[in-house]
């Protein structure tokens, strides 16, 4: 049974470069089994996927964020990150760390982190 | 990349069944057998019920199916139960990325 944490700021100012760090327990990070995602839910609004990365180190990301995010992962720390740059209010958001199954099933999710993008 | 359509909301009585439908296009519902359900309860984060269009992950119930047809996927939740009030989002594979819908109030009334 995997667990996920997300952890990093709660709080960034607007233009600056948010960042999170996903901590994987209960299994290694190098598995071909998961993939590995960021999904963010804006206040009172739906999910929303930002991106996915491959234990082979491809990426992918939301057409529309794509200029500004990156996923990367360190398998010797069994963690995965999130950068999102040039914020705005609009990226205020429950931000998940999720496991994939292949096809996109978010099989297992973070308890979620609350950042908000203020000065 | 569009959202998913969903119902904003669906209700039922407990012990009946609802049906709550996503429409999507020929480019992800239509084409990938990728369809996935999620519940949501207020303030906590959702939980995989269905996945690959009719698949359930092991401990959730039998009442929770999945189908698909064209370009439009469908939960059923059959005997319905207190507990089952939640968010319901539906999800699908597109071409490299995963589009969500916007999400179904279920109600148990």
């Known amino acids: 049974q995997l667990q996920l944490q997300e952890s990093g700021p709660g709080l960034v100012k607007p233009s600056e470069t948010l960042s999170l760090t996903c901590t994987v327990s209960?299994?290694?990070?190098?598995?071909?089994?998961?993939?590995w995602g960021w999904i963010r839910q804006p206040p009172g609004k739906g999910l929303e996927w930002i991106g996915t990365?491959?234990?082979?180190?491809?990426?992918y990301y939301r057409p529309s964020l794509k200029s500004r995010v990156t996923i990367s992962i360190d398998t010797s720390k069994n963690q995965f990150s999130l950068r999102l740059g040039s914020v705005t209010a609009a990226d205020t958001a429950v931000y998940y760390c999720?496991?994939?199954?292949?096809?996109?099933?978010?099989?297992?999710w973070g308890q979620g982190i609350l950042v908000t993008v203020s000065s | 990349q569009s959202a998913l359509t969903q119902p904003p909301s669906a209700s039922g009585s407990p012990g009946q069944s609802v049906t709550i439908s996503c429409t999507g296009t020929?480019?992800?519902?239509?084409?990938?057998?990728?369809v996935s359900w999620y519940q949501q309860h207020p303030g906590k984060a959702p939980k995989l019920m269905i996945y690959?269009?009719?698949k359930r992950p092991s401990g959730v119930p039998d009442r929770f199916s999945g189908s698909k047809s064209g370009n439009t996927a469908s939960l059923t939740v059959s005997g319905l139960q207190t507990e089952d009030e939640a968010d319901y989002y539906c999800?699908?594979?597109?071409?490299?990325?995963?589009?969500f819908g916007g999400g179904t109030k279920l109600t148990v009334l």
């Open positions: 999720v496991a994939e199954l292949p096809g996109g099933a978010s099989k297992y």
């Open positions: 990365i491959y234990f082979s180190g491809a990426t």
């Open positions: 690959e269009v009719n």
């Open positions: 999800s699908s594979q597109a071409e490299n990325s995963v589009i």
């Open positions: 209960g299994g290694s990070i190098s598995t071909s089994s998961y993939f």
């Open positions: 020929s480019s992800d519902i239509g084409f990938y057998f990728y």
